[in-house]
């Protein structure tokens, strides 16, 4: 099976922008969560979708949003950005349900650059 | 909310030797505990995970044990390689829940 992608791999971007970025789970996986990973905080929860709904978010603002398609695939978006949401930006897909609905497994990541 | 600490933050081994990276949970509701092997500007890689029914689990060099009563949970490389050099991260799951809670990660590193 393919693992999970990620596109793009790198961006940069200047304050007050926004992104969007894409998920692609593994095939049969349900679920896609996000994280930001960051040297200072490590890696933070952002949210989680399954089939089509968000059904855990973390503790970031507003700004920061996704959702997920009916193929499983999820986007992230982060508006107005701030210097301080440069960051590696990982998702990890699971099945969602069942006995092995807790294993994740993590796509290579978007690096995102605020200038 | 759940709070994962790990600890060491850095650890240094000679080849051959074993490692040992603990972390504690604070949730007693938490019921699943993965680990994660990331190298240098890859993703992280599940390399092993615990259920809360389990008190041991072994993979090859590998074995994590889980002490509940403590909130406790560790993970043991025997017989370290230099491919095993990476940073490790532990992590918990509150039942219901698909929010990995993570430790702050340990930068293991074997020396030859």
């Known amino acids: 099976k393919a693992g999970v992608t990620q596109t793009p791999r790198y961006l940069i971007k200047t304050r007050g922008q926004q992104v969007t970025l894409s998920c692609s789970p593994i095939s049969g996986h349900r679920s896609v969560s996000w994280y930001q990973q960051t040297p200072g905080q490590g890696l933070q929860f952002l949210f989680e979708y399954f089939s089509e709904t968000q059904r855990n978010k973390g503790n970031f603002p507003g700004r920061f949003s996704g959702r997920q398609f009916s193929n499983s695939r999820s986007e992230m978006n982060v508006s107005t950005l701030e210097l301080g949401d440069s960051a590696l930006y990982l998702c990890?897909?699971?099945?969602?349900?069942?006995?092995?609905?807790?294993?994740?497994?993590f796509g290579p990541g978007t690096r995102l650059t605020v200038t | 909310g759940e709070n994962v600490e790990q600890h060491p933050s850095t650890l240094s081994v000679q080849e051959g030797d074993s490692a040992v990276i603990k972390c504690t949970y604070s949730d007693s509701a938490s019921n699943y505990f993965p680990w994660y092997k990331q190298e240098l500007g890859k993703r992280p890689q599940l390399i092993i995970d615990?259920?809360?029914?389990?008190g041991e689990k072994k993979d090859q060099r590998i074995a994590v044990t889980l002490n509940k009563t403590a909130k406790h949970f560790s993970l043991h490389i025997t017989e370290t390689q230099p491919e095993d050099s990476a940073v490790y991260f532990c992590a918990a799951i509150i039942q219901g829940a698909q929010k990995l809670v993570f430790g702050q990660g340990t930068r293991l590193t074997i020396n030859p």
């Open positions: 615990i259920r809360s029914n389990v």
């Open positions: 990890a897909s699971s099945l969602g349900m069942g006995q092995a609905s807790y294993e994740q497994y």
